[in-house]
């Protein structure tokens, strides 16, 4: 029996996305930091509009922010099991961090596109390096449904008027 395996965005797309992150910033990082970090790695622009982005401007890209949400335990749960993130628990809070072996990993990698994702994300970092996880998820949660509401003609069904 086959089975069908995502690569954009799914489990693996993630984990590699998030241990870029924590390899990057090499800071102890809450699941909804992770959330956020990853998202504006790839979609800068929507935190700083005159920013060019890793990944395309694409419409109504806020939900792939909604759904990463979803992925996150499991790439996270992934990265774990073989050893590339730790896990800390400090205060009732669960925070990652990368490991030795994980940030060996990621110096593996090279190329164009994980230059282009490393500034993006140290990009990210000097911006919200000093704000708190509960102050960057209020800016989000106000801001997020603007994310690719840029594009007013994305379907043919803007032009009909359902009642």
Known sequence: MEKNIKLLNGTVDVALRLLAVLSTCKILMSEDRLAIYSYFAIH???MQKNEESVHPDIPYRYSGYTKSREIIPSSLSLLISRGLVKCIIKKHNILYSSTEMGDALYEQISGVYKIK???SITKVHNVLKDTSDIQILKKV???MQN???EF???SIFNEFDYE
């Open 117 to 119: 994702l490393v500034n």
């Open 141 to 143: 949660s106000l801001s």
């Open 152 to 154: 007013k003609y994305e």
């Open 44 to 46: 800068f622009s929507d």
């Open 147 to 149: 994310w690719g509401s």
